[in-house]
Structure formats: structure tokens, C-alpha cells
């Protein structure tokens, strides 16, 4: 057989070219590289859905923008440098496991097996649940509150009264709901004072109440569900200079939608006196001090007061930065992870400044050195707050509390300072020169970028590099969040005193108790605050020294917990005695809901928790003041009767759904004469039950109203009411009501 020759060499025929197979190293580092991906994956899942979804939605981007290999890297980086933190983190909120319960002394009297099971049952679930707080919503958040209520109410309703004596029965009870609470990372209420002195039962008997309490355990639980949150934020570096400063987004939506939903509801509020005299509540809400621009007014004046008697005395102003140790940091000042982070919150930090200005105040006192001026507490962009003090004392002591500061300041973590750098980066003191400025200029900064961003527009921030009048909301959010007091006067006389006599109308009253409320009277009503502190016995002044203090006014009443109500009712002299006072507070007042827009005269209007339009000694059915027409009231009645089964098939949207809450308020209004809120008649609109002055109500989403068996009112009351009302018999058996 001759060779083929072809004409070109690429036509040629070539040996096959063969996949070169894997080496044994190669294949075990990809089989390494998909077991650490699928770690991280399952690792990850652990983890609440509130930051582990953000977390995907970056990777899952980063997938589509650079490829897998490059996201699957990416991911793995991340969870071998950040799951350590959220691990962190997620333990210092998780609730323990039930053999504390198990194992505790005050439930082994009736520990037998059948209770064991029962009780680690229960427990267990509402552990399990609790350990879910960041992902469960308000409505969930609420049920389980109302579950361990229930669970402590049924603990205290089947312990038996082996107790010889009134006061042993209530501490038993106390410790058997305190240890339930404690297993649920709370504290409970009168702890420390409870169990470090003797207990009398006007402290034993609210205490429990409060953990018998649904409400109370939906406002600590709520608190504790959204620090986790954010906690868990600032550690996936999400609050930083990189993402968003001081506070997470979803921190930021939810304190706007909270401003909003409570402006809504003052709106629609009004405040009514014993006369039945109305004022808007709204138009008081911004007339009070939770107006920042009133806030921010009032800290401006008693600033000013300030200055004005550092220069009448001949005292200086010092300016000081404390600055917390870098392992209370969860983000450098670059944006990156810091390694050495304690997984402290800022509400940490904040107690470990509480703590060293304690320390501090203690040494200053010891050494016979007094102060006076205003602490401001900022964050910075990973949301770690920091000190700001403005003080005010005599020139020859500006040394000495200096000394002192900077010992204190840089007493944790003194190996990490070695330079004067990384010193004054703990602790940094600036004199207030009058020449360049006034102390108000100076710190008028830091109290607009913390309250609303007055005057500052077109500044950049240091922290963030973003404006200072939008970073004010973030700041705003940071504070409410962690619940973070952001102003605090050291020395003088209390605000509130300022804030009574200011609301005198007619000044005769204060000159006729005494000259010197006269005067303080005349100076707090002109903003003069130098000349209130001078009245009042000086910026020293101790608190049992005061010359004008509160005067408080126990009422009839008491809240739900079995405690008197104690309000401020005015001021009073010290020089004459309690019982010459100086009422600033004439009126009582009430909120009730605002009238319809006709401006018609009813009583039916007021929201109170006794029906307000119907005479307890008569039979007859509330007058609604709203005439019917017959056909209306047939239509009305046949409404009422018509069988749950009889109504047509109907999906709400959004208009309709506004419209049959407007229906079912109107008809609720008609049949029972009280008006309720949006959130009862949308609760009614989904088909819940309500008993509303007298009247079983069971709503549709239609917006029909219907009535309820009494078979069925029966049931209902029962299963309502039946826990409160055993315990409640419990504490009335024991300690009658007075």
C-alpha cells in the first residue's frame, strides 16, 4: 500500500489527544475543597435566616458576576473567618437546655417520673422556640410570651400551700417563676433586691404578676429578638463603613415604620379632662421634649447655662474622648474584621463606661474634686459607642482630672498602647480656649449630629464620610436599638423641677408660697438655666440639699401589677414642708380616640375599659346616638344571624380590604357603640372573636359582623379567662385586696 501525502499539514492525520487523568494530591485537594464547601454550606444553616439570607444573596451574585469557583472560594473564606463570631455571638442569647429545670430544688416537691417527662416536654418546646428569635415575627414573638405565662401560671396554680405563713407562700412562688424565667436568659424583676435583703410582699406580689404576665414577656422578648438581630449584624460586618454606619438597615426601616405607626396613632388620639374638655395629642407630642427640635433647644440652654457660670465663677472647660479598648470594636476603622473582638455589643460597651465613670467619680470624690458639665455618647461606624465629656472646674485642678482620666481610660489593655498615638486614641483631652470659641459652639456639633442635623448641611462625617444631616436617623435608630441614653448632665439641679415651674401659667401662686420660688420660678420661665442652678444651691449642689424639689401625688388607682400610682403633681419648698406644694398639674388626663370629623357631641367615643354609654343599673342596650333607618336595622340583624357557611366566596385586595375594615368599624360602632382600633377590626377581619361591651363578636373578611352562640361566649370566656382568673383567686385567697 503506497503513502498518502496530503497537501497540507494540518489535514495530516494526528494521534488522538487523551484527557490527562487527575494525580492522587489533585483529586485530594478537590475532594478537600468540596467537603470545606459543603462544611461551610451546612455550617452556615445554622445559623438565623434574618443574616444568613443577605449572606447568600451576596454569594449568589458573586456567582453570576465572577463565576462559582470564584463565589464557592469566596464562601468558604467567609465562614472560616466569620461563623466563629456568629457562633459567638448566638451563644450568648441561646437558652440553655432543661436539666437546670430538672435538677432545681424548688420543683422536688412532686418529682416523679410522669412530672419529669411533662415538664422537660414543655420546656424543651419553648426553649426550642425561644432559640428562634431573631427569625419569628411580632405575632409569634407574642404567643410565645403568652405560652411561658401560661406555663408559669399553671406551675404557681399547682404548687401546693405548704407554707405556714402568707409571706413564705409568696416567696416559694417567686422562686419557682424566677427559676422558669432564668431559664430564658432574663433576669427577674426585684432579683437583686429580693434575694440580697429581706422580701416583704409589696415586692413579692407584683414581681410575680409580672411574670404571670403575657404583656410583660412580649416587651422583654421583642427587646431580646431584635438586639440579637443586630448583634448578629455587626458581627457579619454589615454595620460599617463598608455597608451601612451605625445601625443595619433593617434597624433603620423598623425604627421609621415604628415613628410612623406611632405618629398615625397619635393622630388619631385626643387627651380629654374630667370636663370633657379635648386637646389634640399630636399637637402636645410636638410640643414636648420628643420633638428633637425642642430636645436639641433645651440641651442648647442648660449648655449655655453652664458656661455662663463657668465665667462668672472663673471656672475652665475641659473637652475629653474615652474611647473603649479595641477588643470591644467588631470592625476596624477600615471596614475589615477585627480579630481580637470580644463579641461585646454596644450596649456592653456602654456598661463599661457606666463602670468607669463610676470608678472615676469615686476617685474624684475621694480627692475632694468636683465637676459639672454634659457626657454625650456617639458610635462609631461599627455601631461601638464612645464618650464625649465637656467639663467644667477650677483652673488649678485641670491637671489633676486629667491625670486621673487618663489613668483610668488606659488601664484595660495597657499592653496595646505603645505609643503616644495609640494613647491618645484612648484618651484624648482638648482645653476649651474662649479666644477660638465657646464651649457651646464646640459640643452644639456633636448634639445636632445626634439628635436631628440642624445647621449641618453640606458637612461629611468622619466615621462614615456620608452627610451628617442623613447619618442623624441612623444615629437616632443606633440608640433606640440598644437602648443607649445619648445625653447626660453631670452636676447642677434636675431638669424636671426646670421643666415644672416652667409650666406655670401665672407666677402669683409661686410668689405667694415663698421669694425664692419666685425667683427660680422667674429664671426658669426665661430659659435663664445659670440662674435656676444658682437658686437651686449652685452646680455642686448635692440632691438632698435642693431647695425646690418634686412633689409626687399617689393616685386611687394601680396599675395591672397590684402597685400605687405615683405621679408629679407639682413642687414644693423644702423650707415649708410637703405639705405647702406648688401644683403645676391642675388636670387629669385621659387618651381617648378622636371624634368622628362632624364634631358631634359623644360620649360613646371614649375608649376606656368599662362600657362608657350604657347604665350599669338598667337592662336596656347601649344608646349609639347614630339613627338607623328600618331597612338598615333589618339588613343589620339579618347580617348578624347569617350563618358562617351561607357567605360568598370573595377575595380582598387592598382597597377592598380597606373598605371592609371601614365597614366592620362602622358596624362594630353601630351594634355595641365603642370604636375600636385598625389592628382589632383587622383582627375581626380574619376572622377572630371579640367580646366588645357586652357583645360576642365574630368577624368575616368581608367585613360582615356576626353574632355567638352563648354556648360558644361561654367556651370562649372560659378558655380565656380560666388561667388569669385561677391565679388571680390564688393571690386573693391569700392577701385580700385592699
Same mark, same amino acid.
Given at each position: ?402 491625670? +486621673?482620666?487618663?489613668?483610668? *481610660?488606659?488601664?484595660? %489593655?495597657?499592653?496595646? &498602647?505603645?505609643? !503616644? =498615638?495609640? #494613647? @491618645? ?17 464646640? +459640643?452644639?456639633?456633636?448634639? *445636632?449630629?445626634?439628635? %436631628?442635623?440642624?445647621? &449641618?448641611?453640606? !458637612? =461629611?462625617? #468622619? @466615621? ?34 426646670? =421643666? ?239
Amino acid at each position: 500500500m503506497s503513502e498518502v501525502h496530503y497537501a497540507w499539514s494540518w489535514n495530516a492525520p494526528r494521534p488522538a489527544i487523551a484527557t490527562p487523568g487527575l494525580t492522587a494530591a489533585q483529586e485530594q485537594q478537590r475532594n478537600k475543597r468540596i467537603a470545606a464547601l459543603l462544611d461551610a454550606r451546612r455550617e452556615l444553616d445554622r445559623y438565623p435566616t434574618c443574616v444568613t439570607a443577605g449572606l447568600r444573596q451576596r454569594f449568589a451574585w458573586l456567582a453570576d458576576q465572577r463565576g462559582a469557583p470564584r463565589a464557592n472560594t469566596a464562601l468558604i473564606a467567609f465562614c472560616r473567618r466569620m461563623l466563629p463570631r456568629l457562633a459567638h455571638v448566638t451563644e450568648r442569647y441561646r437558652a440553655g437546655g432543661v436539666q437546670q429545670v430538672i435538677s432545681s430544688e424548688v420543683f422536688n416537691y412532686r418529682f416523679d417520673d410522669a412530672y419529669r417527662r411533662y415538664l422537660a416536654t414543655r420546656v424543651m418546646d419553648l426553649l426550642a422556640r425561644f432559640n428562634r428569635l431573631p427569625d419569628l415575627t411580632k405575632a409569634d414573638i407574642d404567643l410565645l410570651g403568652g405560652d411561658i405565662a401560661s406555663l408559669i401560671r399553671g406551675e404557681l396554680d399547682s404548687a401546693p400551700d405548704e407554707a405556714s405563713s402568707e409571706l413564705k407562700t409568696l416567696h416559694g412562688w417567686y422562686l419557682r417563676a424566677a427559676h422558669l424565667c432564668q431559664q430564658f436568659t432574663l433576669t427577674p424583676p426585684g432579683w437583686e433586691r429580693i434575694t440580697g435583703r429581706y422580701a416583704c410582699e409589696e415586692e413579692l406580689g407584683p414581681a410575680i404578676m409580672r411574670m404571670c404576665n403575657a404583656l410583660w414577656w412580649r416587651g422583654r422578648l421583642r427587646r431580646i429578638a431584635s438586639a440579637w438581630r443586630e448583634h448578629l449584624q455587626i458581627a457579619v460586618g454589615n454595620v460599617s463603613r463598608r455597608r451601612t454606619p451605625y445601625a443595619s438597615k433593617s434597624c433603620l426601616s423598623e425604627w421609621r415604620e415604628q415613628k410612623r405607626r406611632t405618629r398615625e396613632f397619635l393622630k388619631g388620639m385626643e387627651l380629654e379632662d374630667e370636663e370633657g374638655n379635648r386637646i389634640s395629642l399630636i399637637d402636645k407630642y410636638d410640643a414636648s421634649q420628643a420633638n428633637p427640635a425642642i430636645r436639641r433647644c433645651e440641651l442648647m440652654t442648660r449648655i449655655r447655662g453652664f458656661e455662663d457660670l463657668c465665667a462668672r465663677q472663673g471656672y475652665v472647660g475641659d473637652f475629653y474622648t474615652l474611647t473603649a479598648p479595641s477588643a470591644f470594636h467588631a470592625t476596624l476603622s477600615a471596614g475589615c474584621p477585627n480579630r481580637h473582638w470580644n463579641g461585646a455589643s454596644p450596649a456592653d460597651t456602654q456598661r463599661y463606661f457606666a463602670s468607669l465613670w463610676a470608678r472615676i467619680r469615686a476617685r474624684l470624690h475621694r480627692q475632694q474634686i468636683r465637676l459639672f458639665g454634659i457626657r454625650v455618647a456617639e458610635p462609631h461606624h461599627d455601631g461601638t459607642p464612645h464618650w464625649h465629656l465637656l467639663a467644667f472646674m477650677r483652673p488649678e485642678e485641670v491637671d489633676q482630672v486629667r491625670a +486621673i482620666l487618663r489613668d483610668y *481610660a488606659c488601664e484595660a %489593655d495597657r499592653d496595646e &498602647l505603645t505609643d !503616644e =498615638r495609640a #494613647r @491618645e486614641a484612648r484618651f484624648h483631652a482638648v482645653a476649651i480656649d474662649p479666644d477660638k470659641g465657646s464651649a457651646t459652639g464646640y +459640643i452644639a456639633k456633636y448634639i *445636632a449630629k445626634n439628635v %436631628d442635623g440642624y445647621a &449641618l448641611d453640606g !458637612e =461629611r462625617d #468622619r @466615621e462614615s464620610g456620608g452627610l451628617l444631616k442623613q447619618s442623624a436617623a441612623a444615629v437616632s435608630a443606633w440608640a433606640a436599638r440598644w437602648h443607649i441614653r445619648q445625653f447626660q448632665f453631670i452636676g447642677g439641679a434636675p431638669v424636671t423641677v426646670y =421643666r415644672e415651674l416652667r409650666r406655670l401659667v401665672d407666677d402669683r401662686a409661686a410668689q405667694h408660697l415663698s421669694t425664692k420660688v419666685a425667683s427660680m420660678q422667674q429664671a426658669a420661665d426665661n430659659g435663664d438655666w445659670a440662674g435656676y442652678v444658682t437658686a437651686q444651691g449652685g452646680p455642686f449642689v448635692r440632691r438632698d440639699a435642693l431647695r425646690v424639689r418634686l412633689w409626687y401625688q399617689t393616685g386611687e388607682q394601680r396599675n395591672p401589677y397590684g402597685e400605687e400610682k405615683v405621679a408629679v403633681r407639682g413642687v414644693y419648698d423644702t423650707a415649708l414642708g410637703r405639705e405647702q406644694p406648688l401644683v403645676t398639674r391642675l388636670k387629669s388626663w385621659k387618651i381617648v380616640p378622636k371624634r368622628a370629623a362632624g364634631g358631634a357631641e359623644d360620649s360613646t367615643c371614649a375608649w376606656s375599659s368599662v362600657p362608657n354609654c350604657t347604665d350599669p343599673h338598667s337592662g336596656s342596650a347601649p344608646e349609639t346616638g347614630i339613627p338607623l333607618t328600618r331597612p338598615e336595622r333589618r339588613r343589620l340583624t339579618a347580617r348578624l344571624r347569617l350563618p358562617k357557611r351561607r357567605r360568598p366566596a370573595f377575595v380582598p385586595g387592598r382597597a377592598d380590604e380597606r373598605d371592609a375594615i371601614r365597614r366592620i368599624l362602622t358596624d362594630i360602632h353601630i351594634v355595641t357603640g365603642e370604636t375600636v382600633s385598625d389592628g382589632q377590626a383587622y383582627a375581626l377581619l380574619k376572622g377572630a372573636t371579640a367580646h366588645i361591651n357586652g357583645v360576642w363578636c365574630r368577624g368575616a373578611y368581608r367585613g360582615e359582623l356576626f353574632g355567638i352562640s352563648p354556648c360558644a361566649r361561654r367556651q370562649t370566656a372560659a378558655q380565656r379567662h380560666r388561667a388569669a382568673q385561677d391565679i388571680l383567686a390564688r393571690f386573693a385567697a391569700i392577701r385580700p385586696q385592699k
